[in-house]
């Protein structure tokens, strides 16, 4: 996930940083990394990724977030075979609920409801500048072009007369962030639904089409249409649907099933590139 | 690779369960996997593929060999995570220069020479049936068809008449197995050359071009040149080119050095498939 020039991690499976390489996203970028569960396709990424970025002689510590365990966890995967990364390697657990603010972000993590302990987390992005007025600027006298991106960015700026114009002067309220929310491996729940309240994409566990729901559901997971059912419930702006299982080879009678119930419904491929909408675009 | 019906495994690194869905060989038929040592790119894809195994209901054991430390190594990437396989998994430390023997064939190592301990190894297959005398069979009244394949696969048969052939009667002396080294990470070194004496099949480190030698020995690896010169010197009758450095965009020039020293050499993609010749073939 790309904030600005800040690159995170939502989980890191094996074979993350092979299909990093082939995405246009420097693995070398990710600060921090926020993991749901100690399944294998949600961490063993994590020591091949960790080595790369020793090899590719990484300097800025690294940051890794996830449920209780995963400083333990962490300690085997850094202590597997002959390794020792050159940077910082930081670890933190997080109790379910709790919030970690950061510059440009924060990020909340929630229970979901998985076979083991498993986290679903809420990226939220710091208040964004408010909406240009550009009438008003113009009144100001102030000339098309480059200080308009100025103010906008929340530079000030002087006048060829001397008058400073501050942002604030032709800036409106600042406007709310966009809001992801990763739900991990999870079967419906009101967690995860509280969570992804008024978010602007969701990115759900759908792992069964309906006629296969209640399997999905004992081994701890969602069909596409129940991810589509919360998702419209918690009034998340766009759904994407993931970890579907191998089992369907075709998985767009999966998009089918959730787009009945929530059309903007989207069912990303690897390597794909979703932009979060903004909230009042 | 494939032995008869067997498959074995050479090194697992990160993503090897995902190639090796992408290839002809199933990974729930490896019965025996070889570790050459433990550097991520040679072991990080053993608990993801026995996960995988696991979660695909195996009950056969899986053996797994290495140098000192596997037996440590494995039981803390079983430990990791909320996972406990279903079937056994056999891990033995060998001596340099150890030999174990199985059914259809036997693995040596040697020591290599690389910056950690790391194991080359010899797959020998068991001895093949002789060559069969059609000139004789035909002598004796076998009549052309399915008897021929029956005694060529080393059972006897029973004539019309009542006479019983045994293999022996038209089957010339046994003949030698095929004899595969595989080098693990390695400088030039006379162990591996010792270990690849006659082999048909040498997969040899070939990190780098002419130009890059020093570099790569001072990291524990060979120049394609070298590969060459010693599987020249070995009597190796092929020759593989491996592990190339990944900062070469097209290798063809590091082939066409190796060739220029030892004619039969290959340089193998991913999911290639490779015929390991008959010694007397």
């Not at 995860?192 to 309906?210: G, K, M, N, Q, S």
């Amino acid at each position: 996930m790309r904030i600005g020039p800040e690159v995170i991690l939502l989980d890191c499976g094996e074979g993350t940083q092979r299909q990093l390489m082939r995405s246009s996203v420097s693995f070398m970028k990710i600060s921090r990394i926020f993991v749901s569960h100690f399944h294998g396709d949600h961490f063993l990424g994590l020591p091949g990724l960790i080595q790369s970025m020793a090899l590719n002689d990484r300097k800025e510590p690294l940051e890794i977030y996830g449920p209780t365990g995963i400083v333990e966890l962490m300690k085997s995967l850094l202590g597997l075979g002959y390794f020792k990364p050159a940077f910082e390697v930081c670890v933190e657990e997080l109790e379910p609920g709790e919030r970690v603010a950061f510059e440009r972000f924060s990020v909340t993590c929630a229970l979901a409801d998985h076979t083991v302990p498993c986290y679903a987390y809420a990226v939220e992005e710091s208040q964004r500048p408010g909406k240009f007025n550009k009438a008003r600027a113009l009144e100001l006298g102030i000339p098309e072009g480059p200080m308009f991106s100025k103010l906008q960015s929340g530079e000030s700026v002087i006048l060829p007369g001397g008058m400073v114009i501050e942002p604030s002067m032709v800036l409106g309220q600042p406007r709310k962030g966009r809001k992801l929310v990763f739900s991990g491996d999870t079967k419906p729940c009101d967690s995860v639904e509280a969570l992804a309240r008024d978010c602007d994409l969701l990115i759900h566990d759908a792992t069964a089409a309906a006629d296969n729901e209640d399997k999905a559901n004992a081994y701890g997971h969602a069909s596409a249409r129940q991810s589509a059912a919360l998702a419209a419930k918690a009034g998340a702006r766009m759904l994407a649907l993931v970890h579907i299982s191998p089992r369907y080879d075709d998985a767009a009678p999966l998009l089918e099933e959730a787009k009945a119930i929530h059309p903007n419904c989207i069912l990303p491929k690897d390597l794909d590139e979703v932009e979060v909408p903004l909230p009042d675009a």
